[in-house]
């Protein structure tokens, strides 16, 4: 079983890059969790939808360039279901049993993901509806699949 967080951009703000590391450290003891990040691309000045077309493709293929081809991918997005803590510790657990045992959890960059990469997704999942900054939703995705672990494994977590 193992977890990869593939992401557009880079973690600027060393207190988001810490957190994450820290729920990593704390995930380690449970299941192997990598943070691969690809380059953004500037965001283009008129936001034409030609424009955002092809910032969001070049990020595109770096991102499907890094997913293994067996990987499960689940796309963060905006307009997406939104499971509980428990609701996603299930769907782990489910996927890890049915065999899936590669799963990557795909965030766009500011821009959002192109259509390439929601085609490759196996599935999508919100976090919030409210809109977080990237960086912070790796820091949430990642105390969550910590929290996911700590679950299916039957130990406490507090609430």
Known sequence: MSLTILCVGKTRERYYADAVAEYRKRLSTLMPCAVTEVADEPEPRALSQAAVDRATRAEAERLLSRISPGAYVIALCVDAPQPTSE?????????????????????????????????????????????????????????????????????????
Do not use: C, W
Request: hydrophobic letters at 45%; aromatic letters at 6%.
């Open 87 to 159: 609701q996603l510790a299930a769907r782990l657990q489910a996927l890890f049993v049915s065999g899936r045992s590669d799963v990557a959890f795909v965030i766009g960059g500011s821009l959002g993901l192109h259509e390439s990469v929601l085609r490759r997704a196996d599935e999508r999942m919100g976090m919030s509806r409210m809109t977080l900054p990237h960086q912070l939703a790796r820091v949430v995705l990642a105390e969550q699949l910590y929290r996911a672990a700590k679950i299916n494994a039957g130990q406490r977590y507090h609430k």
